[in-house]
């Protein structure tokens, strides 16, 4: 299925994002971690594709086990700041030969060991062009930044180049994570004024380990809002009462979305089946009402 024909329903939907091993000799764990997850029948499952695509033969095995045996749509990532356009048609057409109908079209982190020329993509609008003319029939999603792209000097600029995406072929947009739902709001009220209508995916991220603050922060810079550092404050020091207190606070957060409108939530799952089975049960009467 099409991620576009799933939110073309209407309907509530959960999803969950899962990366693949970034060694051989965790792979059997990850992939029992990840089918776990597939055995809950989210609405889709996304496969990220590692930094610099170091884990990236595994996104596609992944990928299709989670499609072929539990049934769940798929949603392969594919990053190109560290490829050459022939590394990228030869990716696209083992997506496409996999039977993967959606891809999440990324940039990517630059690899820290990157030397020599230039990278061949610089933005993601690049990429998503060369999968829309490589003629493979697939849904394209993108990502977005409700607090602004790091690299963007402001969030009108930011926004201009959201655009481009979308106009490239983009046919949704999935959000980086975030704490306060006000910025998501105030953000899709701005890009709908400037003509952005596809589907916009908040991204929530559990943040169930003390531990896990410091590099959210780092590779967001999201803004964290005095109720939630008052509960990190209280709760850090003991590992199982920061698990409940922070899978209760994307709860909420998942809630209060669904509460104003919006339809499709995907979830940062790292990985952890019994934190999204939680969730899951957390919402299950909501989901289907």
């Known amino acids: 299925m099409k991620l576009t024909e799933l939110f073309a329903q209407n309907k509530l939907s959960l999803s969950f994002e899962v990366f693949p091993p970034k060694t051989d000799s965790v792979f059997e764990s990850v992939k029992h971690a990840v089918?776990?997850?597939?055995?809950?029948?989210?609405?889709?499952?996304?496969?990220?594709?590692?930094?610099?695509?170091?884990?990236?033969?595994?996104?596609?095995?992944?990928a299709k086990d989670i499609k072929q045996n539990y049934n769940v749509p798929s949603l392969a990532h594919l990053t190109c700041v560290s490829s050459t356009r022939e590394t990228v048609r030869q990716k696209i057409a083992e997506i496409r030969d996999a039977g993967i109908e959606n891809v999440m079209a990324l940039r990517g982190d630059l690899p820290s060991d990157m030397t020599g020329e230039a990278p061949v993509y610089r933005h993601a609008v690049d990429l998503i062009r060369d999968i829309r003319e490589s003629g493979a029939d697939f849904c394209i999603g993108g990502a977005c930044y409700p607090e602004i792209h790091p690299e963007s000097q402001n969030q009108k600029e930011d926004i201009r180049y959201l655009k481009e995406k979308v106009d490239a072929g983009c046919s949704f947009l999935t959000t980086q994570m975030f704490f306060d739902n006000n910025l998501l709001y105030n953000f899709l009220y701005k890009i709908r004024e400037a003509g952005i209508t596809v589907p916009v995916i908040p991204g929530i991220m559990p943040i169930t380990n003390a531990n896990q603050i410091e590099r959210a922060i780092k590779l967001s810079g999201s803004f964290m809002p005095q109720r939630f550092k008052s509960l990190v404050d209280k709760f850090g020091s003991s590992p199982a009462a920061m698990k409940q207190a922070g899978i209760a606070y994307a709860t909420d957060q998942i809630i209060d979305l669904y509460a104003n409108g919006i339809l499709n939530v995907h979830v940062y799952s790292m990985n952890k089946p019994d934190v999204a089975e939680k969730i899951q049960s957390n919402l299950s009467d909501i989901l289907e009402s």
């Open 35 to 62: 089918e776990e997850i597939a055995k809950l029948h989210p609405s889709f499952m996304s496969v990220t594709y590692g930094a610099g695509g170091g884990t990236s033969r595994y996104t596609l095995e992944i």
